[in-house]
């Protein structure tokens, strides 16, 4: 092959660029080969990651999908290198991210066969992507790159996934005319007036009405639309873990997180609720039998998509289309009979709305008591505190799968849409280290802190050399507390002890001094703050070691308990 022939690997790399891909993620492989020259030769139009697992590829091309609702390219070779992909795309189907996957594969004339490493990858990732496909034929190249693309980032987006078998990328493109197709721009349609008109109904109908915010607010950039409904009707807002930053938390009609599987704070507003307004809420993210178990709430759903059909989730009307527009039109309908016949100022006046007052009072109250506790190993909430305390309005907390997403989800306030990212749909261990580099690379000019337990950090913590290798200036907060918090916390209420979750760690400061990257260990509860921005203010990766006290979980469980009674 000449330097100057066109393959169906360039063709590829011509696709990717028609699409406005930036990155693609990936560990190099021997049948990826093709594709990594054809990058090699776009001239970095496309910028081509190397991380230390495929799984973390995947991570940063979930998280990348996540903050700028376009697909980037997670990429492994054949075999164990696709399967390692596994876990990441599973997580970008289930908390709803664009991603394309780009897997090798032998070459086509061992696939009808035993052969080494040949495992069926397309049909491997059949049920946890949108739509996938083996490339056999380089004249439909352009089709299926421009479909995987383009079903990945339709609502609800999710991944996708493209094979192609390493003599087809290396088969040179005869065709001249062969060319990528060029995405075109897809609009949302409109609830009907009618569909407006019933649903404004049931509001003005209704006493004590609750909003249930979820990742597809976030999604569709609605959350401007959803924060002026709330004002417009003095609504309160309880927010899924997903759907964090939707609302100001600062705002007295917030709520924070409900998703505790306890009876939390913010079911007791529910119990209360006459009518709740799910928006953009996603049925993975926690389940309708939790907040509505009789399945007799009335519900008004708004989405992209109708309702997905459940017992407890029954929607008495549905207003499909463009969140944005919908919650718009939603608020002019109902502004002129207020909710329960009075407007947004007499339901403030009377502090009508703050039924629900008791409850984020409670949630205030346990932040305040966290911010005096001198204890040492540190508190949860003594942590969320000073990382709360460290970070601005705009800068980004990717939480990792533990113990502590309970207490960022209940505790850590946010203020601006898109900068609490928690996976709570496939709920990936791992996720928040690899998640924070893609993080930074979309925003440079944010502060970007991936917050992690002892276990989820060691599940990617080799990904710290990819963050040392890239200069990102990412904060990694691990709180140790020498076991899988979490599930000893569920074993404790379940059993009334723990088995099977206690684990040794390395000095996790050397660990990261060992890959020429910054480590600190606060020694008290007071240094938790200078000790954080010391280590936010470099410019390149950090890590924090923080000792934390999960004894604190218990006594949240028991606190929730006595909540319960609130109701």
Same mark, same amino acid.
């Given at each position: 092959?000449?330097?100057?022939?066109?393959?169906?690997?360039?063709?590829?790399?011509?696709?990717?660029?028609?699409?406005?891909?930036?990155?693609?993620?990936?560990?190099?492989?021997?049948?990826?080969?093709?594709?990594?020259?054809?990058?090699?030769?776009?001239?970095?139009?496309?910028?081509?990651?190397?991380?230390?697992?495929?799984?973390?590829?995947?991570?940063?091309?979930?998280?990348?999908?996540?903050?700028?609702?376009?697909?980037?390219?997670?990429?492994?070779?054949?075999?164990?290198?696709?399967?390692?992909?596994?876990?990441?795309?599973?997580?970008?189907?289930?908390?709803?991210?664009?991603?394309?996957?780009?897997?090798?594969?032998?070459?086509?004339?061992?696939?009808?066969?035993?052969?080494?490493?040949?495992?069926?990858?397309?049909?491997?990732?059949?049920?946890?992507?949108?739509?996938?496909?083996?490339?056999?034929?380089?004249?439909?190249?352009?089709?299926?790159?421009?479909?995987?693309?383009?079903?990945?980032?339709?609502?609800?987006?999710?991944?996708?996934?493209?094979?192609?078998?390493?003599?087809?990328?290396?088969?040179?493109?005869?065709?001249?005319?062969?060319?990528?197709?060029?995405?075109?721009?897809?609009?949302?349609?409109?609830?009907?007036?009618?569909?407006?008109?019933?649903?404004?109904?049931?509001?003005?109908?209704?006493?004590?009405? /609750? @909003?249930?915010?979820?990742? &597809?607010? +976030?999604? *569709?950039?609605?959350?401007? $639309? !959803?924060?002026?409904?709330?004002? #417009?009707?003095?609504?309160?807002?309880?927010?899924?873990?997903?759907?964090?930053?939707?609302?100001?938390?600062?705002?007295?009609?917030?709520?924070?997180?409900?998703?505790?599987?306890?009876?939390?704070?913010?079911?007791?507003?529910?119990?209360?609720?006459?009518?709740?307004?799910?928006?953009?809420?996603?049925?993975?993210?926690?389940?309708?039998?939790?907040?509505?178990?009789?399945?007799?709430?009335?519900?008004?759903?708004?989405?992209?998509?109708?309702?997905?059909?459940?017992?407890?989730?029954?929607?008495?009307?549905? /207003? @499909?289309?463009?969140?944005? &527009?919908? +919650?718009? *039109?939603?608020?002019?309908? $109902? !502004?002129?009979?207020?909710?329960? #016949?009075?407007?947004?100022?007499?339901?403030?006046?009377?502090?009508?709305?703050?039924?629900?007052?008791?409850?984020?009072?409670?949630?205030?109250?346990?932040?305040?008591?966290?911010?005096?506790?001198?204890?040492?190993?540190?508190?949860?909430?003594?942590?969320?505190?000073?990382?709360?305390?460290?970070?601005?309005?705009?800068?980004?907390?990717?939480?990792?799968?533990?113990?502590?997403?309970?207490?960022?989800?209940?505790?850590?306030?946010?203020?601006?849409?898109?900068?609490?990212?928690?996976?709570?749909?496939?709920?990936?261990?791992?996720?928040?280290?690899?998640?924070?580099?893609?993080?930074?690379?979309?925003?440079?000019?944010?502060?970007?802190?991936?917050?992690?337990?002892?276990?989820?950090?060691?599940?990617?913590?080799?990904?710290?050399?990819?963050?040392?290798?890239?200069?990102?200036?990412?904060?990694?907060?691990?709180?140790?507390?020498?076991?899988?918090?979490?599930?000893?916390?569920?074993?404790?209420?379940?059993?009334?002890?723990?088995?099977?979750?206690?684990?040794?760690?390395?000095?996790?400061?050397?660990?990261?001094?060992?890959?020429?990257?910054?480590?600190?260990?606060?020694?008290?509860?007071?240094?938790?703050?200078?000790?954080?921005?010391?280590?936010?203010?470099?410019?390149?990766?950090?890590?924090?070691?923080?000792?934390?006290?999960?004894?604190?979980?218990?006594?949240?469980?028991?606190?929730?308990?006595?909540?319960?009674?609130?109701?």
């Amino acid at each position: 092959m000449t330097d100057s022939t066109r393959t169906v690997a360039d063709l590829l790399v011509e696709c990717l660029e028609a699409e406005g891909c930036r990155y693609v993620f990936s560990v190099p492989g021997e049948e990826t080969m093709d594709i990594l020259e054809a990058l090699a030769r776009s001239e970095g139009r496309i910028r081509h990651v190397t991380t230390r697992h495929e799984q973390g590829a995947a991570f940063m091309a979930d998280v990348h999908g996540r903050l700028t609702g376009r697909a980037a390219v997670a990429m492994g070779t054949l075999g164990p290198g696709a399967t390692n992909l596994l876990t990441g795309i599973a997580d970008a189907f289930l908390d709803r991210a664009p991603l394309v996957a780009i897997t090798g594969q032998a070459g086509s004339d061992k696939l009808h066969k035993e052969a080494h490493q040949v495992v069926d990858v397309v049909e491997m990732f059949r049920p946890v992507t949108k739509w996938n496909t083996r490339v056999e034929r380089p004249a439909v190249l352009p089709e299926v790159v421009r479909k995987a693309f383009r079903v990945a980032t339709l609502e609800k987006p999710g991944p996708t996934h493209v094979e192609l078998p390493e003599n087809v990328a290396a088969a040179p493109v005869e065709d001249e005319a062969l060319a990528p197709i060029r995405p075109g721009r897809t609009y949302f349609p409109e609830p009907t007036e009618e569909a407006i008109a019933h649903a404004a109904r049931l509001i003005n109908e209704s006493q004590r009405p /609750l @909003v249930l915010a979820g990742n &597809g607010v +976030l999604r *569709r950039r609605a959350s401007g $639309a !959803l924060r002026a409904l709330a004002r #417009g009707l003095h609504l309160p807002v309880a927010e899924t873990f997903m759907g964090k930053g939707v609302m100001d938390d600062r705002s007295h009609l917030s709520l924070m997180a409900v998703g505790l599987q306890a009876r939390d704070h913010v079911l007791t507003g529910f119990d209360r609720a006459d009518l709740v307004i799910s928006v953009g809420y996603d049925l993975v993210e926690y389940a309708p039998a939790r907040w509505n178990p009789d399945g007799s709430k009335r519900i008004v759903h708004i989405d992209t998509q109708p309702a997905e059909v459940d017992v407890a989730y029954q929607p008495e009307v549905e /207003l @499909v289309g463009d969140i944005d &527009g919908s +919650l718009d *039109r939603l608020l002019g309908a $109902a !502004l002129p009979g207020g909710v329960g #016949g009075h407007d947004a100022s007499e339901r403030h006046r009377s502090r009508e709305t703050l039924v629900h007052a008791d409850l984020r009072t409670e949630l205030l109250r346990d932040l305040a008591e966290g911010m005096a506790n001198d204890a040492y190993p540190i508190t949860p909430q003594r942590a969320i505190h000073e990382l709360r305390r460290a970070l601005g309005p705009a800068d980004i907390v990717i939480s990792d799968v533990g113990a502590h997403k309970v207490w960022v989800a209940r505790l850590y306030q946010a203020y601006e849409p898109d900068t609490v990212i928690i996976s709570n749909g496939f709920a990936a261990m791992g996720i928040a280290l690899p998640g924070a580099i893609a993080a930074k690379r979309v925003h440079p000019e944010r502060k970007v802190v991936a917050l992690c337990g002892d276990g989820g950090f060691l599940m990617n913590s080799q990904e710290l050399e990819t963050a040392k290798r890239l200069g990102v200036a990412i904060t990694v907060v691990v709180w140790r507390d020498e076991g899988y918090g979490l599930i000893d916390w569920k074993q404790r209420n379940e059993f009334g002890r723990p088995y099977a979750v206690e684990f040794g760690n390395p000095d996790l400061v050397a660990y990261a001094r060992s890959f020429g990257i910054a480590g600190f260990r606060p020694e008290t509860a007071a240094d938790l703050y200078p000790t954080l921005m010391r280590a936010l203010e470099l410019d390149g990766p950090s890590v924090v070691d923080v000792p934390i006290d999960y004894t604190e979980n218990l006594r949240l469980t028991e606190h929730l308990g006595a909540l319960s009674g609130l109701a």
